[in-house]
């Protein structure tokens, strides 16, 4: 499977997912005008991963800020994880600065609606 590697913009977050080398991380700032029409081909490489996951799948966020928008489809990126979860390990990284309570906090919601393994990571 192809990676998705997508470059940061002032708008959009980094986004490498490269199943080959194990790396998938989502990071920086995500407030593009149409989070729907951003997040929906990373939605569909995750769709498409589902169906033959590595034996051990780690997601870092590493987000330093997110609109609503992209909060709803993080939301998204998250259940498809959970899905993947069904099939192989999938262990999600939240990093957040310690003075970032949003952040934290974000990523403790994140965690009560899904079923996977979360680790929280101040940096």
Same mark, same amino acid.
């Given at each position: 499977?192809?990676?998705?590697?997508?470059?940061?913009?002032?708008?959009?977050?980094?986004?490498?997912? @490269?199943? /080959?080398?194990?790396?998938?991380?989502?990071?920086?700032?995500?407030?593009? /005008?149409?989070?729907?029409?951003?997040?929906?081909?990373? =939605?569909?490489? =995750?769709?498409?991963?589902?169906? @033959?996951? @590595?034996?051990?799948?780690?997601?870092?966020?590493?987000? $330093?800020?997110?609109?609503?928008?992209?909060?709803?489809?993080?939301?998204?990126?998250?259940?498809?994880?959970?899905?993947?979860?069904?099939?192989?390990?999938?262990?999600?990284?939240?990093?957040? /600065?310690?003075?970032? $309570?949003?952040?934290?906090? =974000?990523? $403790?919601?994140?965690?009560? =609606?899904?079923?996977? @393994?979360? /680790?929280?990571? $101040?940096?």
């Amino acid at each position: 499977m192809d990676p998705l590697i997508l470059k940061e913009t002032e708008d959009t977050p980094e986004i490498i997912f @490269n199943p /080959e080398e194990g790396i998938f991380k989502i990071s920086k700032i995500s407030v593009p /005008e149409d989070a729907f029409q951003f997040y929906e081909p990373i =939605l569909g490489w =995750l769709r498409d991963y589902e169906k @033959n996951p @590595n034996p051990e799948t780690i997601v870092n966020f590493d987000l $330093e800020y997110v609109n609503t928008a992209s909060s709803k489809q993080l939301i998204q990126i998250m259940l498809l994880l959970e899905k993947i979860a069904m099939k192989s390990k999938v262990t999600i990284k939240w990093f957040y /600065e310690a003075i970032d $309570e949003d952040m934290q906090s =974000l990523g $403790e919601r994140y965690n009560k =609606l899904v079923k996977v @393994n979360f /680790e929280f990571i $101040e940096v």
